[in-house]
Protein backbone atom coordinates (compact mmCIF):
# COMPACT_ATOMS: atom_id res chain seq x y z
CA UNK A 1 0.00 0.00 0.00
CA UNK A 2 1.32 3.22 -1.11
CA UNK A 3 2.62 5.83 1.56
CA UNK A 4 3.72 9.10 1.01
CA UNK A 5 6.32 11.49 3.29
CA UNK A 6 6.75 14.67 3.34
CA UNK A 7 9.69 16.77 3.74
CA UNK A 8 11.20 20.19 3.66
CA UNK A 9 8.62 22.61 5.49
CA UNK A 10 10.53 25.10 8.07
CA UNK A 11 10.05 28.81 8.90
CA UNK A 12 11.04 31.05 5.88
CA UNK A 13 11.11 34.94 5.38
CA UNK A 14 8.80 36.72 3.06
CA UNK A 15 10.28 36.80 -0.21
CA UNK A 16 11.99 33.39 0.78
CA UNK A 17 11.79 30.05 -0.67
CA UNK A 18 11.70 26.48 0.43
CA UNK A 19 11.66 23.44 -1.80
CA UNK A 20 8.81 20.25 -0.54
CA UNK A 21 9.58 16.63 -1.36
CA UNK A 22 7.23 13.92 -1.32
CA UNK A 23 8.16 10.14 -1.57
CA UNK A 24 7.27 6.83 -1.06
CA UNK A 25 7.53 4.03 1.30
CA UNK A 26 6.26 0.51 0.75
CA UNK A 27 4.77 1.19 -3.38
CA UNK A 28 5.95 3.74 -5.91
CA UNK A 29 5.01 7.11 -6.61
CA UNK A 30 5.86 6.70 -10.09
CA UNK A 31 2.82 5.51 -11.30
CA UNK A 32 0.06 8.18 -9.66
CA UNK A 33 -0.68 11.77 -10.30
CA UNK A 34 0.52 13.69 -7.30
CA UNK A 35 -1.06 16.81 -6.08
CA UNK A 36 0.24 19.18 -3.42
CA UNK A 37 -2.54 20.70 -1.21
CA UNK A 38 -2.54 22.90 2.07
CA UNK A 39 -4.68 23.88 5.02
CA UNK A 40 -4.29 27.02 6.86
CA UNK A 41 -6.09 27.04 10.39
CA UNK A 42 -9.32 27.69 9.81
CA UNK A 43 -9.66 27.35 6.66
CA UNK A 44 -10.53 24.51 4.01
CA UNK A 45 -7.60 22.83 2.17
CA UNK A 46 -7.22 23.60 -1.29
CA UNK A 47 -5.40 22.32 -4.06
CA UNK A 48 -1.92 24.38 -4.76
CA UNK A 49 -0.78 22.39 -7.51
CA UNK A 50 -0.19 18.77 -9.44
CA UNK A 51 1.42 16.89 -12.18
CA UNK A 52 0.25 13.93 -14.07
CA UNK A 53 2.08 10.64 -13.92
CA UNK A 54 3.95 11.51 -16.89
CA UNK A 55 4.61 14.38 -15.61
CA UNK A 56 3.62 16.54 -19.00
CA UNK A 57 0.70 18.11 -17.27
CA UNK A 58 0.68 20.80 -14.18
CA UNK A 59 -1.56 22.19 -12.71
CA UNK A 60 -1.28 25.21 -10.06
CA UNK A 61 -3.49 27.11 -8.20
CA UNK A 62 -4.43 31.21 -9.31
CA UNK A 63 -2.54 32.39 -5.81
CA UNK A 64 0.63 30.31 -6.87
CA UNK A 65 0.83 30.97 -10.16
CA UNK A 66 3.87 32.29 -11.38
CA UNK A 67 5.87 31.72 -8.25
CA UNK A 68 5.65 27.77 -7.67
CA UNK A 69 6.93 24.86 -9.44
CA UNK A 70 5.95 21.30 -9.29
CA UNK A 71 8.47 18.62 -10.73
CA UNK A 72 9.09 14.67 -11.07
CA UNK A 73 12.02 12.24 -11.32
CA UNK A 74 10.88 8.83 -11.66
CA UNK A 75 14.15 7.46 -10.94
CA UNK A 76 14.52 8.97 -7.90
CA UNK A 77 10.55 8.71 -7.16
CA UNK A 78 10.58 11.80 -5.95
CA UNK A 79 8.14 15.10 -6.60
CA UNK A 80 8.98 18.55 -5.47
CA UNK A 81 7.23 21.36 -5.24
CA UNK A 82 9.54 24.33 -5.31
CA UNK A 83 8.35 27.26 -3.47
CA UNK A 84 9.90 30.96 -4.37
CA UNK A 85 9.30 34.65 -3.06
CA UNK A 86 6.92 33.35 -0.54
CA UNK A 87 3.66 35.47 1.34
CA UNK A 88 2.98 35.22 4.88
CA UNK A 89 -0.62 34.12 3.18
CA UNK A 90 1.46 30.45 2.04
CA UNK A 91 1.33 29.55 5.65
CA UNK A 92 -0.29 26.72 5.97
CA UNK A 93 0.35 22.57 6.07
CA UNK A 94 1.27 21.07 3.21
CA UNK A 95 0.14 17.33 1.78
CA UNK A 96 1.82 15.66 -0.52
CA UNK A 97 -1.23 13.25 -1.94
CA UNK A 98 -1.29 10.41 -4.72
CA UNK A 99 -4.32 9.84 -7.24
CA UNK A 100 -6.34 7.11 -6.39
CA UNK A 101 -5.80 5.16 -9.71
CA UNK A 102 -2.64 4.51 -11.34
CA UNK A 103 -1.70 6.16 -14.69
CA UNK A 104 -3.84 9.21 -14.03
CA UNK A 105 -3.69 13.29 -15.44
CA UNK A 106 -5.08 14.80 -12.64
CA UNK A 107 -5.60 15.24 -8.85
CA UNK A 108 -9.42 14.39 -8.97
CA UNK A 109 -9.81 11.96 -6.93
CA UNK A 110 -7.00 11.35 -3.81
CA UNK A 111 -6.47 8.16 -2.55
CA UNK A 112 -3.32 8.64 -0.73
CA UNK A 113 -1.95 11.38 1.55
CA UNK A 114 1.15 12.38 3.37
CA UNK A 115 1.10 12.99 7.16
CA UNK A 116 1.71 16.82 6.38
CA UNK A 117 5.06 19.41 6.81
CA UNK A 118 4.60 22.59 8.21
CA UNK A 119 5.09 25.73 6.21
CA UNK A 120 5.21 29.19 7.62
CA UNK A 121 6.04 32.53 6.33
CA UNK A 122 6.78 34.98 8.64
CA UNK A 123 9.39 37.61 9.69
Known amino acids: QLQLVESGGGLVQPGGSLRLSCTAS????????IGWFRQAPGKEREEVSCISQGGGTKNFAESVKGRFTISRDHYKDTVWLQMDRLKPEDTAVYYCAAASKVYTNDCNDIGTWGQGTQVTVSS
Open 26 to 33: RSALRYYA
